[in-house]
């Protein structure tokens, strides 16, 4: 079992940038990791993914030119960074683990609890 635990998320005005952490108590190195997000009333969104060994990464429709993802497997940690933050980045943000670098969540069996941003305008 794996699990996750997101951090980094708060309210932020429109223009900033935002880290966003996900750690575990486990070694990552063997997992793709991801991120999604999920905005009120609308469906979870992938984001960007990330593979353990060769950090390749896959990011989701026009994500590539704000979010950059990023790991550090010695302190099992995934990253995602959001520059020039949006209103409408506004979110609870989701980290996962699983076995292949997709955009597909079900194919992700290791959620975190999520972290919220708020983005003021």
């Known amino acids: 079992q794996v699990q996750l635990v997101e951090s980094g998320g708060g309210l932020m005005q429109a223009g900033g940038s935002l880290r966003l952490s996900c750690t575990s108590s486990r070694t990552l ?5 991801a991120w999604f997000r999920q ?7 992938f984001i960007a993914a990330i593979a353990g060994s060769t950090g390749g990464t896959l990011y989701g429709h026009s994500m590539k030119d704000r979010f950059t993802i990023a790991r550090d497997n010695a302190k ?11 209103f ?16 597909a969540e079900d194919r992700y069996p290791y959620w975190g609890p999520g972290t919220q941003v708020t983005v003021s305008s």
Do not use: F, H
């Open 88 to 103: 409408e980045d506004s979110a609870v943000y989701y980290c996962a683990a699983g076995a292949d670098v997709v955009g």
């Open 39 to 45: 905005a009120p009333g609308k469906e979870r969104e």
């Open 29 to 33: 190195r063997s997992y793709a990791m």
């Open 76 to 86: 099992n940690t995934a990253y995602l960074q959001i520059n020039n933050l949006k």
